[in-house]
């Protein structure tokens, strides 16, 4: 029992790791916004870098780390949760 639970977490772990670069191609966050962007609104990349960098300067945030795009990425996909799409 002692060793199923690890055993366990580290298989959930490694499963949710490749589930995620399976879909984004990159494990971070920042490309994942801009991946999620164009997908929901067709928009060309250039100009979704360019939104996405304006949205992280109206917050103060001049060079977004990874937990900032991480909790942005949060936000966005919470957003089209509740829009339903």
């Keep these: 029992m002692k060793k199923t ?4 977490l ?3 772990v490694l499963a949710a ?3 995620t670069y399976s879909r984004y191609e990159s494990f971070s966050p920042c490309v994942w916004i801009e ?3 164009a997908r929901t609104t067709g928009l060309p ?3 979704l870098r360019g ?3 304006a949205e992280f300067l109206l917050r ?3 060079e977004p780390n990874t937990v900032d795009c991480l909790l942005s990425w949060w936000d966005f996909r919470l957003q ?3 829009r339903g799409t």
């Design 5 to 8: 639970v690890p055993l366990f």
């Design 10 to 12: 580290v298989i959930a």
């Design 17 to 19: 790791a490749i589930a």
């Design 35 to 37: 991946q999620d962007q």
């Design 45 to 47: 990349r250039l100009v």
């Design 51 to 53: 939104r996405i960098h």
């Design 60 to 62: 103060g945030i001049g």
């Design 80 to 82: 089209g949760a509740t």
